[in-house]
Structures are given as structure tokens and as C-alpha cells.
């Protein structure tokens, strides 16, 4: 076997010297990306947070709303007619509501402004936020709802015969928001 010339000997020379500076290169990198990754992972929890605030607020803006709604009495009558009227003045006060609604205890219809809910009553998240103002007493929220003409969430109130916190509820007031609005107010 032949020897190797003093030019090879020199080039394994330097190649065993940057060997361990290839090795810290490489460290270093890799840490690098990890870090990259936590501060992404840092900023998507951020974000999520600064979302979940938003929505929060806005949905118990909306709710405030609705239940000084259903303390009112032309709300509590449960008659089409003075229900309409007040629904029709909320409407144009609150702007961002894309409609308006009073439900039955049997979950007909009573009155409505803006986007008819009755094209959502089919889905079953409606029904579950109604059920839920109409047997639990509370606020319910759905999901997403799809119509032909628009994508809504229902938010549901229970209406109550007295300015009370008790008793059974004798019907359901709700509005539908624009999952639209909601978006565009949360992606500032």
C-alpha cells in the first residue's frame, strides 16, 4: 500500500479539526429549533387566550342584553304582537345582533326580527341551547350553525315570569350571532 502524500495527510488533519466544530454547529442548531418551537407554541397559547377572552366577552355582552330583554314585560307576555315591537327596538339599538327570538315553552316560534330562526330549529345544537334556557334555567350557547344564507351561533335566555332568579321558565329568548362578526372581531 502506498503512503499518503503530505497534501492528503493534511486535508484528514483539518477534516479531524472541524469535526468537532461540525458537532457544536449541529448542537447549536437544534437548539435553535427547539426554542423555535416553544416560542411558537408560546405565541399560539397567547393567541388562543387573547380569542377566548373576546369571544367571552362578547358572549356575555350579548347575554347582558338578552336578559334585560326577557325582564321586559311586553317580552314576558309571550304575545306575537308587543314581543315583536320590542324585539324590533332591541334590533336597532344592538346592531350586532343578526336576529332576534322568542320561543314558546314548546319551542314554537312567539315572535322573531332579523334572520328567521326557523331554519335553524332543525339542528340539533339550536335545540340543545334551547333546551338548555327551557329545563335548566340557564344560558345556552350552540355551535356553529349552517343555513343556505348564513353561518350563526344561537345564544338562548330563559324568560321567566317575574324579576327572579327562580322559577320555571316560560319561554326563551335568544339571538343569532354572525360567526362572521365573531371572526372578524377576534382576528385584530
Given amino acids: 500500500p502506498r503512503r499518503l502524500s503530505l497534501r492528503n495527510r493534511l486535508i484528514l488533519f483539518a477534516a479531524a479539526c472541524l469535526l468537532p466544530l461540525l458537532v457544536v454547529i449541529a448542537v447549536i442548531i437544534a437548539e435553535t429549533a427547539n426554542a423555535g418551537r416553544d416560542q411558537v407554541l408560546d405565541a399560539q397559547a397567547a393567541t ?34 308587543p314581543a315583536k315591537d320590542a324585539l324590533d327596538q332591541f334590533s336597532r339599538a344592538h346592531l350586532n345582533l343578526y336576529g332576534l327570538f322568542v320561543l314558546s315553552p314548546q319551542g314554537d316560534l312567539v315572535a322573531s326580527t332579523g334572520l328567521d330562526p ?26 356553529a350553525l349552517t343555513a343556505p344564507d348564513a353561518r350563526v351561533i344561537a345564544l338562548t335566555m330563559p324568560v321567566r315570569a317575574k324579576d327572579q332568579a327562580e322559577g320555571e321558565p316560560i319561554g326563551v329568548i335568544g339571538t343569532l350571532l354572525s360567526v362572521e362578526r365573531l371572526g372578524a372581531a377576534v382576528l385584530p
Fill in 48 to 81: 388562543a387566550e387573547v380569542v377566548a377572552s373576546v369571544l367571552g366577552t362578547t358572549l356575555s355582552d350579548n347575554q347582558k342584553v338578552l336578559q334585560e330583554l326577557a325582564s321586559i314585560d311586553r317580552v314576558r307576555r309571550m304575545e306575537p304582537g
Fill in 118 to 143: 326557523t331554519q335553524f330549529q332543525a339542528h340539533s345544537a339550536f335545540s340543545d341551547a334551547v333546551d338548555r334556557s327551557l329545563k335548566l334555567g340557564e344560558p345556552g350557547v350552540s355551535n
